[in-house]
């Protein structure tokens, strides 16, 4: 970009009037960005709401379940005790 030489303060004032009219456009973008985060982390925050439902749900279940190793100790003392009666 070709500097212009500053001749008159009109010229200084328009210089400067551009420069911040380019500044506040960068600003624009950023805030833009921002707001595109903020929506993602909003959407995060609901989704790891859910997950933690799910995973409550999950327990509740697992903790009324009868687990594997549990049926076969109890298969094992109902053979013994099956064999002492005969």
Known sequence: MKKKKI?????????MQNEF???????????????????????????IKELRRDIEDLKLRTGEMVFRFEIKEIEKRLRK????LG
């Open 81 to 84: 005790l099956e064999l002492k």
């Open 21 to 47: 009219l380019s500044i506040q456009e960068r600003f624009d973008g950023v805030d833009g960005r921002f707001d595109q985060v903020d929506e993602q982390f909003d959407e995060m925050k609901e989704e």
């Open 7 to 15: 001749t008159t303060i009109e010229d200084l004032a328009v210089l």
